[in-house]
């Protein structure tokens, strides 16, 4: 891998904690949650795959 596709999967991984963060205080549902992380590893251009619960 080379540097600039791990700074994108780091910065994926950060939002996907924060977002997580905002799920489990209530501030945004489960819905909402699932949107937004696709859109997030849309931008970020990431083939991780995330399981929120």
């Known amino acids: ?3 600039q596709r ?4 780091a910065a ?3 939002s996907v904690s ?3 963060r905002l799920l489990e205080m209530g501030l ?3 819905t909402e949650c ?3 992380l696709e859109i ?3 931008h970020y251009g990431t083939n991780l795959i995330v ?3």
């Open 1 to 3: 891998m080379n540097e």
């Open 34 to 36: 699932a949107r937004i």
């Open 18 to 20: 924060m977002i997580k």
């Open 12 to 14: 994926f991984y950060a």
């Open 28 to 30: 945004i549902t489960g």
């Open 51 to 53: 399981y929120v619960s």
């Open 6 to 9: 791990l700074s994108s999967d």
């Open 40 to 42: 997030s590893a849309r």
